[in-house]
């Protein structure tokens, strides 16, 4: 599929077929999070893979939509700021970028593959890690169901590119 294409059909899916992921599929959905650039090639970040199924009311602990659980996984996006680039100019640390470039590369490519995704960023953090037992400098980022959609596409609404881009100067 063409890029442009690929990122015009890419959706935020909200209801899942209960048919489970091939391993062939997750593992190049994992692959496309592993190639993302990072800056400094860091990769501060790991990938937690859950299985739903018997999982489904802790799970839902993390966040609870009824579609959240409805995939046969979920995918939680972890950071790591100690591992990460931290730009000497002004101290900020690039763990928070680098773990969205990667979780931007596993929606696409499932994406690719014809697998949905919703990005869930309003979850509850204490649960999250509590649920996947996350060690101490370990933070949940982002976590996306992942599956065969059981919707379609709708109309995004997006702000006009005029309204997004400024050339040479503010």
Not at 22 to 47: G, I, S, Y
Request: aromatic share 8%.
């Amino acid at each position: 599929m063409e890029f442009l294409n690929l990122v015009q059909q890419r959706y935020s899916v909200r209801a899942y077929k209960p048919a489970p992921v091939e391993d062939t599929k997750l593992a190049k959905v994992l692959e496309a999070a592993r190639l993302a650039p990072t800056a400094a090639n860091r990769q501060p970040f790991q990938l937690i893979v859950a299985h739903v199924k018997g999982r489904e009311a802790e799970l839902h602990r993390i966040y609870e939509r009824r579609w959240f659980v409805q995939a046969p996984l979920i995918v939680c996006a972890c950071g790591i700021s100690e591992q990460g680039w931290v730009r000497d100019a002004d101290g900020i640390n690039y763990t928070m970028v680098d773990v969205a470039i990667a979780m931007d590369h596993l929606i696409l490519a499932a994406a690719s593959l014809g697998l949905g995704t919703c990005w869930v960023a309003a979850f509850n953090p204490v649960a999250a890690r509590e649920v996947l037992g996350l060690p101490e400098g370990v933070e949940p980022i982002a976590f996306t169901p992942l599956g065969y959609p059981a919707d379609q596409l709708s109309p995004k609404a997006r702000k006009p590119l005029a309204d997004l881009v400024r050339y040479e100067r503010w």
